[in-house]
């Protein structure tokens, strides 16, 4: 294997986005300021928690639903977050090898803390930063694993409301993906929250001193970034009920609402 790019200046002085959103899935993966910073949303969107687990299942729901609906063998995901014993859901890369056994599924992320739990559950995630595309499509460790004239999907969940310009990741996609590869990805919105500028501000205020800072966008900002990408049914959805018959839905936020969707990178006929 080619030697790893790498970042790992370790920072626990101050709250990491996946450190908050493990605690928020019931593990223990954090630190004083990644706890101060889970008060925090919490005191805001008490619904948090439950609404983390929802966008937790939707990211494995959806990306093993395109992987067996387009019949794709490779699955990039970015911004996994932390391995951690504790979460008792099965991970996206689970979700995609229970329907597609044979599938290349590698795993990038910035913050070293993700990298080093991923080791101690002998799974592997690359240091790969979003908005450094080349640092992930083109990264040496993968030793060619993946075949970029060949479609993708390509995982962004809860990963883009950490980023300052998401539309210029999405165009970057678009720019190196071969056609017919898909990206789902889910979003904190600010649209239809009770009370937003106390509760959104709030939680926005939460990740004023954190690694990343939080960006809550209505649901015409996140549909915006994608456009030239097809939206496959059933569109933008909160992720609680995104691919559910009603009756299956889980628990749909109140003061926290994350939307996901799938779309697809237009050209390639199946
Ligand atoms: C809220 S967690 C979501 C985890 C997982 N995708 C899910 O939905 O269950 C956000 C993840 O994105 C990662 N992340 C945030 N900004 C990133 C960036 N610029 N590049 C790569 N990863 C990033 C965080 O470290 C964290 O692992």
């Given at each position: 294997m080619a030697a790893e790019t790498s970042s790992?200046?370790?920072?626990?002085d101050r709250a990491a986005p996946a450190r908050v959103y493990v605690l928020l899935l019931g593990g223990r993966t954090a630190f004083a300021a990644d706890r101060e910073a889970y008060a925090k949303v919490i005191a805001n969107a008490p619904d948090a928690g439950a609404v983390a687990k929802e966008n937790y299942k939707f990211a494995g729901r959806a990306t093993a639903q395109a992987v067996q609906e387009f019949g794709i063998g490779q699955v990039v995901n970015i911004g996994p977050g932390i391995q951690d014993s504790d979460i008792k859901m099965p991970s996206v890369e689970q979700c995609v090898r229970a329907v597609a056994p044979d599938a290349v599924v590698v795993a990038f992320d910035n913050d070293p803390v993700v990298r080093t739990h991923a080791r101690t559950h002998s799974q592997r995630v690359l240091f790969g930063d979003v908005t450094d595309l080349d640092t992930i499509l083109?990264?040496?460790?993968?030793?060619?694993?993946?075949?970029?004239a060949e479609p993708m999907v390509v995982v962004l969940a809860a990963v883009l409301?950490?980023?300052?310009d998401p539309a210029a990741v999405v165009a970057g996609l678009a720019r190196r993906l071969a056609p017919g590869s898909l990206v789902v990805l889910s979003h904190a919105t600010?649209?239809?929250?009770?009370?937003k500028d106390t509760r959104v501000g709030g939680m926005t205020k939460a990740y004023d001193d954190a690694t990343s800072r939080i960006h809550f966008r209505s649901e015409e900002e996140i549909l915006g970034f994608c456009a030239g990408w097809k939206i496959l049914?059933?569109?933008?959805?909160?992720v609680a009920a995104w691919g559910l018959p009603e009756d299956e839905h889980g628990q749909l936020g109140e003061f926290v609402r994350v939307v996901g969707m799938v779309v697809r990178l237009p050209g390639r006929v199946r």
């Open positions: 790992d200046d370790l920072d626990f083109s990264n040496p460790a993968l030793d060619d694993a993946l075949d970029l409301h950490f980023v300052d600010s649209t239809d929250i009770p009370d049914e059933p569109g933008l959805k909160d």
